[in-house]
């Protein structure tokens, strides 16, 4: 059973900024919220992790907040690229990733 | 960048037959998985390996599966007697598992085609 709730899909044009909500009401103490980008028949590819606050890397942003009870996910103006599934993951050291269905992005010119 | 390895990137066999997909983890990382994916579905959790023994199993990885770690760089998935249904994307992921870096890196994947 996924952890972590998702919007199903979005919906973008190039060069606009696109923000990713996902909700886990129960976080627990030792829960690193991840995450992650697939496209098509390969592999996860891990974007950004964080605990709380801010956390910011070349490709996103991840905004947390003081419960850790959401978080958002933000990719600065996107490209067609971007168009593929992006999954909002908890975990904690060596255990297993939930992936629930994650958000469908498709962005179009 | 290092990043995960997997061989094959396509396996056909046959219903019955033993396969043994292999992947090469990160070299520091101390913790491995493996998960699959049919097609159109969710990625699923089948296994963790830790310190040479397997710390966690879903209720997919029953009998017909193993992992092995046979030396110091390969890990790999044995599929006893495969079935219609094991034709998924195998992925392979490792991760330091120490503080805060213990993302999990995945490899492109083994496409698993039993016929």
């Known amino acids: 059973l996924a952890k972590t709730t998702q919007p199903i899909s979005m919906d973008s044009y190039e060069g606009q900024e696109v923000n990713i909500t996902c909700s886990h009401n129960?976080?627990?103490?030792?829960?690193?919220i991840t995450w992650y980008q697939q496209f098509p028949s390969q592999g996860p590819r891990f974007i950004i992790q964080?605990?709380?606050t801010k956390v910011t890397n070349e490709v996103a942003s991840l905004f947390i907040p003081a419960d850790r009870k959401s978080s958002t996910l933000s990719l600065p103006r996107v490209s067609l690229s971007d168009t593929a599934v992006y999954y909002c993951?908890?975990?904690?050291?060596?255990?297993?990733?939930?992936f629930g269905k994650g958000t469908t992005l498709s962005v179009s010119s | 960048e290092p990043e995960v390895t997997q061989t094959p990137s396509h396996q056909v066999t046959q219903m019955g037959q033993e396969v043994i997909l292999r992947c090469v983890p990160i070299?520091?990382?101390?913790?491995f998985y493996w998960y699959r994916q049919i097609l159109g579905q969710k990625v699923e959790f089948l296994v963790s390996?830790?310190?040479?023994?397997?710390?966690?199993k879903s209720e997919i990885f029953d009998d017909q599966f193993s992992v092995e770690r046979p030396d110091g760089s390969n890990f790999t998935l044995k599929i006893r007697s495969t079935k219609l249904e094991d034709s998924a994307m195998y992925f392979c992921?490792?991760?330091?598992?120490?503080?805060?870096?213990?993302?999990?890196?995945f490899g492109p994947g083994t496409r698993l085609t039993v016929t």
């Open positions: 070299s520091n990382h101390l913790y």
């Open positions: 390996f830790y310190n040479n023994e397997i710390s966690e």
């Open positions: 964080g605990y709380k």
């Open positions: 129960n976080i627990a103490t030792n829960d690193y």
């Open positions: 993951l908890l975990n904690q050291a060596g255990t297993a990733l939930i």
């Open positions: 992921a490792s991760s330091e598992g120490q503080g805060t870096g213990h993302e999990q890196y």
